[in-house]
């Protein structure tokens, strides 16, 4: 399905968006298209997808199309240092507006996704050979994130552990959480030593957002984070000279390529999962974490776990930040 999303004063294609291949053209020149035909195209899109006065939008010329009695054209969105491209059929009576979106079933999309997650040296829980990998796109400073994580570890864990695979990756969202970045290169300097600790760090942090968000300075709550973080690695006999060079070095590459990596295959807001590649928003109910699961463990001919009795575990999680 395709649809779109509002962002501010632009209209931004949402990650479910399929991806969207021009027609093959017939080879014949383009010709411009009258200026009350083009005005009405533009008053429909502008209507059906809510496009704000301020964001532009511009009616490119028709050209020959595959389907018979019809024309393509392209529309720009353009505003906020924004641009999007769609493809529209255009009846030759200029009376009829199709929105076309072309897919290639020859790849399956799940599989495309995951070709662009690179989860090697990455922390692993659960079991690292399964067949079904959850990869959970992650903000130290989300609540939301907080959420998620409290309902994979310990409830999904303990029933799926045996059968998935669960990593984590770093995305930050640096505009609204500033010690989040802070906090995931700390988790990567344990990870280093040991990924035990990686997650002893991220369910500390996870269920004690408020211990690092109550210092009152940027330089204290860095301060907060570097002790949870030497504490974890204290726990685990990691090298403290090792542990505490990295945490003074701060190096943030490894962050800023997660985020990279996240943008490349569609994420913008945390928590974003993907269970073998399919993807999912928010600090969902368990259940729908469970349908996904097992309806992967399926489809790669995995029995799937018998489920405890249905608790208090779904209220309110359903929102993502």
């Known amino acids: 399905m395709f649809y779109l999303q509002r962002t501010g004063d632009f209209v931004i294609v949402l990650r479910h968006a399929v991806v969207l291949v021009l027609l093959a053209s017939l080879g014949c020149s383009a010709q411009s298209l009258p200026s009350d035909v083009a005005l009405k195209v533009e008053r429909q899109v502008r209507a059906y997808y809510t496009i704000p006065p301020s964001v532009k939008v511009s009616v490119g010329a028709p050209h020959a199309s595959e389907f018979a009695n019809y024309d393509e054209l392209s529309v720009t969105i353009e505003g906020d240092n924004r641009k999007q491209t769609m493809q529209f059929l255009l009846a030759k009576d200029s009376k009829t507006l199709i929105r076309i979106a072309k897919m290639d079933l020859s790849k399956d999309p799940y599989l495309e996704a995951m070709k662009k997650i690179d989860v090697s040296g990455?922390?692993?829980?659960?079991?690292?050979?399964?067949?079904?990998?959850?990869?959970?796109?992650?903000?130290?400073?989300?609540?939301?994130?907080?959420?998620?994580?409290?309902?994979?570890?310990?409830?999904?864990?303990q029933e799926y552990g045996d059968r998935v695979k669960f990593v984590y990756k770093d995305?930050?969202?640096?505009?609204?959480?500033?010690?989040?970045?802070?906090?995931?290169?700390?988790?990567?300097?344990?990870?280093?030593?040991?990924?035990?600790?990686?997650?002893?760090?991220?369910?500390?942090?996870?269920?004690n957002q408020h211990e690092v968000s109550s210092e009152k300075t940027r330089?204290?709550?860095?301060?907060?984070?570097?002790?949870?973080?030497?504490?974890?690695?204290?726990?685990?006999?990691?090298?403290?000279?090792?542990?505490?060079?990295?945490?003074?070095?701060?190096?943030?590459?490894?962050?800023?390529?997660?985020?990279?990596?996240?943008?490349?295959?569609?994420?913008?807001?945390?928590?974003?999962?993907?269970?073998?590649?399919?993807?999912?928003?928010?600090?969902?109910?368990?259940?729908?974490?469970?349908?996904?699961?097992?309806?992967?463990?399926?489809?790669?001919?995995?029995?799937?776990?018998?489920?405890?009795?249905?608790?208090?575990?779904?209220?309110?999680?359903s929102s993502s930040n």
């Open 171 to 207: 995305f930050p969202l640096v505009d609204i959480h500033p010690w989040a970045i802070h906090a995931a290169v700390d988790a990567n300097c344990l990870a280093a030593q040991n990924a035990d600790a990686y997650w002893g760090f991220a369910d500390y942090i996870h269920a």
């Open 219 to 317: 330089p204290a709550q860095f301060a907060a984070l570097d002790r949870i973080a030497t504490t974890q690695g204290q726990k685990k006999n990691l090298d403290e000279a090792k542990l505490q060079a990295c945490l003074k070095a701060q190096n943030d590459d490894g962050v800023k390529a997660s985020m990279h990596e996240g943008e490349n295959v569609g994420v913008s807001a945390t928590p974003t999962l993907f269970i073998n590649g399919q993807e999912m928003d928010g600090a969902l109910p368990i259940s729908e974490v469970r349908a996904a699961l097992d309806q992967a463990l399926q489809q790669a001919g995995v029995a799937v776990p018998v489920h405890p009795a249905a608790a208090g575990s779904d209220a309110s999680k």
């Open 122 to 157: 990455r922390p692993v829980r659960g079991n690292k050979d399964a067949k079904v990998v959850v990869v959970n796109y992650d903000d130290f400073e989300c609540p939301f994130c907080s959420r998620m994580h409290e309902t994979l570890f310990p409830e999904i864990l």
